[in-house]
Each structure stands twice: as structure tokens, then as C-alpha cells.
């Protein structure tokens, strides 16, 4: 008989604010994933991004989440403290990072010179080199030109999916110019250093996961399996928020079902079958649930 698969989980939030339904359901996803697969589910607070970290919700989103019943294995870890492992990994990508001396100005002057389709992209001013007397701001990852690279992978609730990062990324920012490693690569060097095997988040990063992947490739650390949710949108269709969507945990349990744990499990999509008679009860049904709309 084949083994069961070794499963490592995670939830990963920015503490830019208090846990939210949006990212209430993305933990509980993740959480309810690692569960049915007896897996470890690990924390990580995602906090490079110094000008949008919000003192104390880092700590605030671990109060949450315990309240709810999510206990994450281990220490949870803070981005802000590995930062020597993101150093690492640029240098080991070598040249195919290159310093870039673009301001956003500059950028966006000569896309005023491109076709529609590649306004989106860096139009690579400083892939050759830096001009001369100008310094380096960012560093960028270079994407192949010729042929175009194409991801593809398989998501494990939205199916196939194929991006071409040449037309549709082009070269992307793994250190940026006010000096914060960015997101993109302190992802990946950190799933491969906790041992993820799969990543369980929000719809708004699926677009996100095939630069994690060329990444991940470059870096030779191997891939997890992926699996994005839908995101929570209000009645406008927008995303909600930090400061729209906040939930207060602080409340008895039966308070925290009905406006938090039960919302998110209807906008994850899940039947319970029946009415939770508490935290722990409410767990079992939906993990029970969760199983049932992945497998069958
Ligand atoms: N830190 C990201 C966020 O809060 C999530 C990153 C991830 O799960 O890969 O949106």
C-alpha cells in the first residue's frame, strides 16, 4: 500500500490589520485542508511590507485564530526575521537577476511607447545593464524573451491553468527599490524552507503562483500543490477590505459561530448538515464538509 501523503500547510497573513472574513475563509480553508489530510498547518506572518504592517496585528490575528479554534503546529515564524534567507536566495539566482535603476515615472514614460498588450510589462530599460552614472533601485528576475516562458499547472480547485510570464509578467521585482524584499520570492524560499506541501489561500494570488513557480524552478525547490479559494467580494464585486470586513473575536462562542465561523463556511461553500452545537463540533463538520466538496 502506497504511504499517505506527508501533507504541510500554512496560513500566511500580512498584519496589516485585523483578521477580516477574507481572510478568515482563507485560513479556514487551509486549515480544514491540513486536517482532513492529518497534516501540520503552520503560521507564518507575512510582515516585509513595513509601511503596511499595522502594530499589534500580528499578535491580534494569532488571538483570533486560537479563539476560533485554529491551533497552528510550532512557533509561528515572522518574515521580518528571516530576512538573511531571502539574501541567500537572490544571490543564488545570480545572473539572472539584474539592479534596476527605473523610477515608476520612467516606467510608465516609455510604456507610453508600447502596444496595448505590453503596457503591463517592465519594458526591460535596464536589462543590459544600468545606464551609465545611474544606481541601482530594485533588483529584477529576468524572464526569457524568446521563446516566451509558459506556466502551467494544475490548481486543485480551479483546474488548469496556463500563464505566459513573458507577454503577461515580464522581468518582476524581487527586491524593491525602497529596500523590502518582495513578496514573490520571500513566498517561495519560505514554503521550501518550511517544507510546504500545499498551499491552500485566496483567488486573489492565483494569478501570482506561476512567478512563484518560475521561481521556484530557478531556485531548485521543489513545488507544492496549489489550491485558491474564492475571494470574498461585497455586493459591488470588490474585495473586501481589512477595514471593511473586521470581525470582533472577543465574543462568547456561540457569537463567534454565527458571525464568523458559520459566514466563512457558507462563502467557502460548505454543507454542514447540521447545526454545530459548538467550536469543536463545528470543526468536525466542516472538515467533514470540506472533504466531501474536494472528493466527491
Ligand atoms: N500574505 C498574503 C496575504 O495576506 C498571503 C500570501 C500567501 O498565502 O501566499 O494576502
Redesign the pocket.
Known amino acids: 500500500m502506497s504511504q499517505p501523503k506527508h501533507y504541510i500547510g500554512r496560513f500566511?497573513?500580512?498584519p496589516s490589520g485585523p483578521l477580516h472574513i477574507g481572510?478568515l475563509v482563507a485560513a479556514m480553508a487551509s486549515y480544514l485542508d491540513a486536517r482532513i489530510h492529518a497534516g501540520r498547518w503552520l503560521l507564518r506572518i507575512?510582515d516585509l511590507d513595513f509601511d503596511r504592517n499595522v502594530a499589534g496585528a500580528d499578535r491580534d490575528i494569532l488571538r483570533s485564530l486560537q479563539r476560533c479554534g485554529m491551533q497552528w503546529d510550532g512557533e509561528a515564524v515572522w518574515q521580518s526575521r528571516r530576512q538573511p534567507l531571502y539574501e541567500a536566495a537572490l544571490r543564488r539566482l545570480g545572473a539572472a537577476v539584474y539592479p534596476c535603476c527605473c523610477s515608476r515615472k520612467e516606467i510608465a514614460d516609455s510604456r507610453l511607447r508600447m502596444g496595448e498588450a505590453a503596457k503591463q510589462i517592465y519594458p526591460g530599460t535596464c536589462r543590459a545593464g544600468l545606464p551609465p552614472g545611474k544606481a541601482a533601485r530594485a533588483w529584477r528576475l529576468r524572464v526569457p524573451l524568446q521563446p516566451h516562458q509558459l506556466i502551467r499547472f494544475n490548481d486543485r480547485l480551479c483546474g488548469p491553468q496556463l500563464q505566459d510570464l513573458t507577454a503577461e509578467v515580464g522581468d518582476f521585482v524581487l527586491k524593491r527599490a525602497d529596500g523590502y524584499w518582495a513578496?514573490q520570492l520571500a513566498?517561495v524560499v519560505d514554503d521550501a524552507e518550511q517544507g510546504v506541501t500545499d498551499?491552500v489561500?485566496?483567488a486573489?494570488?492565483l494569478d501570482s503562483t506561476a512567478r512563484q513557480i518560475y521561481l521556484q524552478g530557478l531556485l531548485g525547490l521543489p513545488t507544492p500543490a496549489y489550491l485558491h479559494v474564492p475571494l470574498v467580494v461585497n455586493a459591488d464585486g470588490e474585495k473586501l477590505s481589512k477595514q471593511t470586513g473586521a470581525l470582533a473575536f472577543d465574543r462568547g462562542d456561540n457569537d463567534l459561530l454565527q458571525e464568523a465561523l458559520l459566514p466563512a463556511a457558507r462563502l467557502l461553500g460548505l454543507r454542514l448538515g447540521a447545526t454545530p452545537a459548538g467550536i469543536a463540533h463545528f470543526w468536525e463538520l466542516a472538515s467533514a464538509a470540506w472533504r466531501e466538496k474536494l472528493y466527491t
Do not use: F, I, K, W
Request: net charge negative; hydrophobic share 35%.
Open positions: 500566511a497573513p500580512s481572510s507575512e513578496y513566498v498551499v489561500r485566496g486573489d494570488l
